[in-house]
Structures are given as structure tokens and as C-alpha cells.
């Protein structure tokens, strides 16, 4: 499912690529955060990280593909306070716009991205979750050239994650608040 | 976890009241009806009779009376009605029927409960080859087995502690027949025999389940060695001579001793009481010979397989009533002190005592139990849970070992009843869980004790009614 995702986007990249201006390769980490407060209370806010590629066409417009990991969180859950781990990853896609300054380059994106989550419950009453939910999310954020081709980035991403894969709809949506570093490499 | 969803059922037990006891029945053949007896007090006092024209008619003959291990119910067997009537005990001074089975051409004689109270084997007085299993979970059906051995047949039965291995008492071809009973309490998995001295007609097993003692009607007794699940030898103590014909035989509740109910000196003199001094598997000695004169009289018949001799749970008292059929009507059962072996009669003032048991008050079930629904939340989705409490009841003589609970459909029948859990004495509560939210279930929590007796059930079941909380 994640590499049809890959392929997807990677297909949709190369045909415009030859129009592009330059090329961005980055990797953020940061905190996620979740709405959900069910959510929240067994597993808490955690890290995540995200890779990206991404290609500047013209104007500023962008796009962009990455894959979020590290949301990994183990809680005691239920009534038996039974040992629980849950897992989100993303494949995402995006565009964007950014506006070139003189070493700084604030920019915004909307995306869409396919979510995996898993939750394991170590009880034989329990059964395990492992199912996929896409949505669009929106992010904002600045890089700054301390040198001619690396930048540092600082993000904010919000994603609307509501998924039912039972009865109960849970929102496992929440902000990131990423910073990382960047290289772009220029025609 | 501070967030789940509370719904509560409402609360059904089962009690009972505490007797003085140790309890006594006799079962009147030619009356028929039964009277319970209270041993313990001087006199002994009388109840009853009980359920006369609810047991069969004058002429049929009720003959053998046994108890369930949890003293709740006592199992009658009527030799010409062909039936076996289950009688709820738990209430001594006003005993009920609770249930019969016809077995058809079948003419029940002795009856022997296992001790882990889930079968009783039955004996055919009409010399047919034929043994009934009753299952007692349901008492609602019945297995016939035929001997294998041609020309074989029982007249008395008893089932070893193991549950598994049987003793029966064939007459006509002076021996014993035992074997292994099958798992499904249905009939027998083998089947061996072994000599006896002439006329065995009863027999009963230590509470060890390593002494087993035949009374055989020429004034001896049998001794014999249970040495494996459905395997017995001769013991070392081959048989010993007594003064009179005995007819009924049975131990102590510690097993070291044994005590015999014998026909006395001949037609129209009054019965005897002998005891044994128990050494050891297989190895029995005479103690007393003679060792109480009883208010019964002897006939020339000797009851078959019927149990006339019964020793009380705390091993205080025997109680007996005769050794063999007659329309004797007065003063015909004796309670026999153990300490003294003096006799005292008991005017049951009915026709023809013929078997007797003794009894306790009943094993009591879990008390106080209760039902509740809870929602387990594991976000994603949701556990339902029915957690069962109860409370241990300190009416039980024997200390509790395992709880055990059982499941139904709460609109199936009673007989749908499933095992779904046990949980040791010093947990109180038992979670049925991975239910779905529509699920309704009735269940039942038992007690089993360190015999391995098991009560009569608790039984909780309700209508749901929802209650949000956290």
C-alpha cells in the first residue's frame, strides 16, 4: 500500500520535474500532537519525523512528497490497564507556494496524505487495529539559507485524521511542530 | 481507566437455613414416603412423613435412599414403580419433590452416588444384567449398560473417590464385579470379577478409596484393596466371621472404622451392630461383634443391596433400620451413639423402614451474587464486559477451593448451561468478557470445596438497564 503511494507520487513528480527550477530534499522532526482526548490520555503527545522531496516549478509553486514516521506510543489501557502500543505513519503528497527572500523563504502547502494506523492491545479480549485513512492536511512554515544551498526549516502542519474502523470514531488528527534542515540544488 | 460505561443488572441469590442436624432419612418401603430425622437431638426427632401417594403406590416397594454430595437432594428408588424419585432436601423439615425417572422395566435397587455428585449409578433388583447411570447435572435422562459377563448380574453398587472405579455385588454367582466407569458416566470400560465368601449383598468403600468392605450374607465379610482406577484385589484381611448375617456395611467419615448392621439370631430376634478397627488398605480387623443390640427385628429375608446402615457426617451417630423387608411398624430404626454404641430407638411410627442415609445441612452456594455490565474502552472500539461478584458463604462446613461459573443464553433452557470459568476461593469475582453489546446471558456461579463437592448453583440473570458513568 505505502510503495503504491511512492510510486504514485514519484510518477507524478518526474513529468513535471523537467520544468523545474531546483530541488529540495529535507528532514524534519518535531512534536505531534493529538485531538483526540481518549487519544491523548493512554498515549500522549509524541515525536514524528518527516523526509521530503520536493520541486520548486516556477513562480514558487511546489510540490512535494514525504513520509511521516516516529508516532509510535506505548499506554495502559481499558479497565485491565492492558499494555497498548499505537502506531501512525503517512505517505504525503503536496503543493505549495513559497516566496523567495533574501535568505528566507516563507512558504504554505496543502496535501494529501494516506495515514496508517495500528494499535496492538496485549489481552486475549482485544483485537488489533491496522487500518489506512486519507485526508487532505494544510502546513506553513519558513526556511532560512544560512548558506547558499542549506536551509533550515521551521513548520507548523495541521492534519484532520477522523477514522471509524469500528463503531467509535476517534480523531487522531493533530498539529506538528517541525524544524529541520534542507538542501537545494538549482539548475 | 477513569472512562467506561457502567450497566448494571440486578442481583439474584440462592439461600438456605442452618439446621441442627446431623440429619437422618429413612425411606418406608411398604409407607412409601420418607421422614427425616434430626440425630442430634435426644430423642431423635422425627419430620414427616413426606410426599405419601407422590412416591408410588403400597406394594411397589421404595427401597434405597442416597444423598448428594452437597446434601441438597436424596435419590429414592422405587423397586416396582421402576422409577427413581430426586428429592430436594435443603430444607430437612419439609422436603420436596423435585423430580423422577422411569426406567421403564428397570427395577431400581440400590443406589451410589459418585462422590463428585455428578452420576449415581443404579442397581436392577430384577436380576437383569442391567446397571442405570442418571446423570444428576440434568436428572432428566438416563443410560442403561448390560454387563458383558454372561450370567452375571448386581445386586448392590459402590463408586470409589476416584469417581471412576465401581464395585458391585453379584449373589448368585458369589463374587464381585468392578471396573472402570467410562467418561461420559454412561457404563463401564472394564470389567473384571473377583471371589467372594458366599451371599454378598452389599458393599461400601472407605472414604480413602482403599478399603472396600462386601457383606455376604453367611456371616462374613469381604475385604478387598482398591489398587488403581478400576483395579481390586483381595486385601490382606480376606473376610472376617461375624456372629449374624450382616446386611448392610459402612465406614467412618475418617475411615478408621467400619460398622455392620446384622440380622441377629434368627427370625424375630432383634438386629445387631458390629464394628471393624480399619488398619490400613484392605486390612480390617473386628472390633465388636455384637455390639449393640438394636429395637429391629430379623426376618429370613435380607434386604438386597438396600442400604439399612448409615454413619453420620460428624461420625457421632449411626442410624439403622432393619435387615430385610417386613410390615414391622414401630420402633424399627435405632440411632446408634458411636462413643457407646448404645442404641436408642426412633418410633417412625410408618411401615417398613427400609433404607437410610444421613446428612448435613446442604453445601451452600456463593451468597450475595451479583451482575454488572461494564464497557471496556480501547478507543477504537469497545469490550463488553458482565463482571460477576458474589460473596463466600460462611455456612459451608467444608473450606471453598474453586468457584466455577457457568454461561446460557438468557432466553435458553437451563439445560444450555456452559462452563466458561473458575477462579480460586479468595477471588470473588469473575469478568465474562469479549461480549458483544447485545449479548444477555444468565449464569450460575457453584462452589466446589475441598472434596471436590460441588453446590447447588447461584443463579444471576436480569434485565439490563443502562447506566452512563465514569
Known amino acids: 500500500m505505502k510503495k503504491s503511494y511512492l510510486v504514485i507520487v514519484v510518477l507524478l513528480i518526474l513529468p513535471v520535474a523537467v520544468y523545474a527550477v531546483d530541488f529540495s530534499f529535507g528532514f524534519q522532526a518535531g512534536l505531534r500532537t493529538v485531538n483526540d482526548p481518549n487519544i491523548k490520555d493512554v498515549y500522549k503527545n509524541g515525536l514524528c519525523y518527516f ?49 523567495s527572500l533574501p535568505m528566507v523563504t516563507p512558504y504554505v502547502f496543502v496535501g494529501f496524505g494516506s495515514f496508517s494506523y495500528t494499535q496492538t492491545v496485549d489481552s486475549p479480549a482485544a483485537q488489533n487495529v491496522d487500518k489506512t485513512q486519507s485526508t487532505f492536511f494544510v502546513a506553513g512554515g519558513i526556511k532560512v539559507y544560512p ?41 | 481507566m477513569k472512562k467506561f460505561i457502567g450497566l448494571f443488572i440486578f442481583i439474584a441469590f440462592l439461600g438456605s437455613l442452618a439446621f441442627a442436624g446431623p440429619w437422618g432419612i429413612v425411606v418406608n418401603s411398604d409407607s412409601m414416603n420418607i421422614q ?30 442416597a444423598i448428594t454430595p452437597d446434601s441438597n437432594y436424596a435419590l429414592v428408588s422405587n423397586f416396582g414403580g421402576h422409577k427413581v424419585y430426586r428429592i430436594d432436601i435443603s430444607n430437612p423439615i419439609s422436603p420436596t419433590l423435585a423430580g423422577s425417572l422411569d426406567l421403564g422395566s428397570f427395577g431400581p435397587e440400590d443406589i451410589a452416588i459418585s462422590p463428585n455428585g455428578r452420576f449415581a449409578v443404579i442397581s436392577d433388583g430384577t436380576g437383569a ?36 472405579t465401581i464395585i458391585l455385588c453379584d449373589s448368585a454367582n458369589n463374587c464381585i464385579i468392578f471396573g472402570q466407569i467410562n467418561a461420559t458416566f454412561s457404563g463401564l470400560i472394564s470389567e473384571s470379577t473377583l471371589t467372594s465368601d458366599s451371599y454378598p449383598i452389599n458393599v461400601a468403600i472407605s472414604p480413602d478409596g482403599a478399603t472396600v468392605l462386601v457383606v455376604c450374607g453367611y456371616r462374613r465379610i469381604s475385604v478387598y484393596q482398591i489398587t488403581g482406577p478400576g483395579l481390586v484385589a483381595r486385601g490382606s ?144 472500539y469497545k469490550e463488553y464486559i458482565n463482571r460477576l461478584t458474589w460473596q463466600a458463604n460462611a455456612k459451608n462446613k467444608y473450606p471453598i477451593s474453586t468457584y466455577v461459573i457457568y454461561r446460557k443464553a438468557a432466553s435458553a433452557s437451563d439445560t444450555t448451561y456452559t462452563k466458561v470459568g473458575e477462579v480460586t476461593s479468595s477471588t470473588l469475582q469473575y469478568d465474562d468478557r469479549g461480549l458483544k453489546k447485545t449479548d444477555e446471558f444468565a449464569y450460575r456461579i457453584t462452589s466446589i470445596d475441598s472434596r471436590g463437592v460441588e453446590s447447588a448453583p447461584a443463579e444471576v440473570s436480569g434485565i439490563i438497564v443502562l447506566r452512563r458513568g465514569r
Open chain 1, 51 to 99: 523526509p521530503y522531496a520536493a520541486v520548486n516549478l516556477f513562480k514558487g509553486f511546489t510540490i512535494g512528497a514525504g513520509y511521516e514516521f516516529g508516532y509510535s506510543r506505548d499506554g495502559k489501557i481499558g479497565i485491565y490497564k492492558e499494555a497498548t502500543t499505537l502506531k501512525v505513519t503517512g505517505i504525503e503528497a503536496f503543493v505549495g507556494y513559497q516566496y
Open chain 1, 147 to 187: 548558506m547558499k544551498n542549506l536551509y533550515i526549516s521551521a513548520e507548523v502542519k495541521y492534519v484532520p485524521l477522523k477514522v471509524t474502523p469500528y463503531e467509535e470514531e476517534v480523531d487522531l488528527g493533530g498539529l506538528r511542530f517541525m524544524g529541520g534542515l534542507g538542501f537545494t540544488f538549482g539548475y
Open chain 2, 36 to 65: 427425616t430425622i434430626d440425630l442430634g437431638q435426644t430423642p431423635p426427632k422425627v419430620y414427616g412423613p413426606f410426599l405419601t401417594g407422590s412416591l408410588g403406590t403400597s406394594g411397589q416397594g421404595l427401597l434405597d435412599v
Open chain 2, 129 to 164: 444384567r442391567q446397571l442405570a447411570f442418571i446423570n444428576l447435572s440434568s436428572f432428566s435422562n438416563y443410560s442403561l449398560y448390560t454387563l458383558t459377563t454372561a450370567n452375571h448380574y448386581a445386586q448392590a453398587a459402590a463408586i470409589g473417590t476416584d469417581n471412576s
Open chain 2, 237 to 380: 484381611t480376606a473376610s472376617i466371621t461375624l456372629l449374624d448375617p450382616p446386611q448392610s456395611v459402612a465406614f467412618s467419615p475418617d475411615g478408621k472404622k467400619a460398622y455392620a448392621l446384622c440380622m441377629g439370631a434368627g427370625s424375630g430376634n432383634p438386629n445387631t451392630f458390629s464394628w471393624f478397627q480399619v488398619n490400613g488398605p484392605g486390612n480390617v480387623t473386628l472390633g465388636g461383634d455384637r455390639a449393640a443390640t438394636l429395637v429391629s427385628i430379623a426376618y429370613v429375608t435380607l434386604w438386597f443391596g438396600v442400604d439399612t446402615l448409615a454413619v453420620s457426617p460428624s461420625g457421632d451417630y449411626a442410624i439403622a433400620s432393619k435387615t430385610g423387608p417386613g410390615t414391622d411398624i414401630r420402633n424399627r430404626v435405632s440411632r446408634i451413639n458411636l462413643s457407646n454404641y448404645q442404641a436408642t430407638a426412633i418410633d417412625t411410627t410408618q411401615i417398613d423402614a427400609a433404607g437410610v442415609a444421613t446428612f448435613n445441612e446442604s453445601m451452600f452456594p456463593p451468597y450475595n451474587a451479583s451482575l454488572s455490565r461494564l464497557t471496556n474502552n480501547y478507543i477504537f
